[in-house]
């Protein structure tokens, strides 16, 4: 499968949106540590929440972009998935909190895996920041598996770990933000060249 970087041209347009995601992550992550004791109840809400105006704006992002991004049909039933279970989640509460701890683990780790790949491609760029996307993602799918293999842990133990992995992930894509604005630039400086190049054989 080719790179969703590669073919879709609305993210390299848009990097600064990856830039404002990532630091909206580091701010939710910075509000859960420093209100711990609150932050069990409203992670419920805000997950839900979160969940519910992701899948709206990725069903966008799908449905817009769907002839620059291969495959794009598991782009927009990703976001069904989440536009649904974040409603469901959000207006049955009581539901949410039984399931919360795993449905974080699951989130994050998928999150996780999905910042291998995008590693992965910016390595094939050849940026150098594809090293701190791995040790990102490490860290989210490590968070991730202590709370799926210790379900039973304190409200407050979830809430640290889900802070954390806030933390990763927001870093996650304020580096790709940036990897990914350095690749817009190149690929403006290579087409400059190419037209000077073009000018200078037809002798303009």
Do not use: C
């Not at 910016?122 to 150098?128: S, V």
């Amino acid at each position: 499968m080719e790179s969703a970087i590669k073919k879709s041209k609305f993210m390299i347009k848009n990097w600064w949106l990856l830039l404002v995601v990532g630091t909206l992550f580091i701010l939710a992550g910075a509000w859960t540590i420093n209100t711990p004791q609150s932050s069990y109840v409203s992670l419920v809400i805000i997950f839900a929440s979160f969940m519910f105006v992701s899948g709206i704006f990725s069903l966008v992002f799908s449905i817009t972009n769907r002839k620059e991004i291969d495959d794009w049909g598991w782009h927009l039933a990703g976001s069904v998935f989440d536009f649904v279970v974040g409603a469901i989640l959000f207006f049955h509460p009581a539901v949410t909190m039984a399931v919360l701890p795993f449905m974080v683990a699951f989130y994050f780790l998928f999150k996780g895996f999905a910042t291998f790949g995008f590693a992965a491609d910016m390595r094939k760029y050849g940026d150098k920041g594809w090293g701190w996307l791995v040790f990102s993602g490490i860290l989210s799918t490590v968070f991730a598996i202590m709370i799926i293999f210790n379900p039973a842990l304190g409200g407050l133990t979830i809430v640290v770990f889900t802070a954390f992995a806030f933390f990763s992930l927001g870093f996650f894509n304020i580096i790709l933000a940036f990897s990914l604005k350095k690749l817009k630039e190149r690929a403006g400086n290579f087409k400059e060249t190419v037209g000077e190049i073009k000018k200078s054989v037809s002798g303009e």
